[in-house]
């Protein structure tokens, strides 16, 4: 199993950028897939950003595409996430998850691992 600690959120103007990351601990020698969910005051949690071991698969969320960028860097048992263009409604915590199988990556069920999160503010 793998325990997840998420960072980097705050507060940012529309339009800014912050950097997510998500480090692992315990069994990260094996080959764990991770994705980012965020939850808005008030609604269901909600699919992000996914990617695999080894970086061949990656998978947006269609609000997302074009303005965030999913990485890893297993050396640093790290998770990126880098978020450009934030606007208003991007406001939410995020979280990372990860599991040593994941087939539908936008199911929060798929995953067995989760970390607290960390808060995103956009001010408009």
């Known amino acids: 199993q793998v325990q997840l600690v998420e960072s980097g959120g705050g507060l940012v103007q529309a339009g800014g950028s912050l950097r997510l990351a998500c480090v692992a601990s315990?069994?990260?020698?094996?080959?764990?897939?991770v994705g980012w969910f965020r939850q808005i005051s008030g609604k269901e949690r909600e699919f992000v950003s996914f990617?695999?071991?080894?970086?061949?698969?990656?998978v947006y969320a269609d609000f997302v595409k074009g303005r965030f960028t999913i990485s890893r860097d297993n050396g640093k048992n790290t998770v990126y996430l880098q978020m450009d263009s934030l606007k208003p409604e991007d406001t939410a915590r995020y979280y990372c998850a990860a599991s040593y199988t994941v087939r539908d990556p936008f199911r929060i069920y798929e995953y067995d691992y989760w970390g607290w999160g960390t808060q995103v503010t956009v001010s408009s």
């Open positions: 990617i695999d071991w080894t970086g061949g698969r990656i």
């Open positions: 315990g069994r990260t020698s094996h080959s764990y897939a």
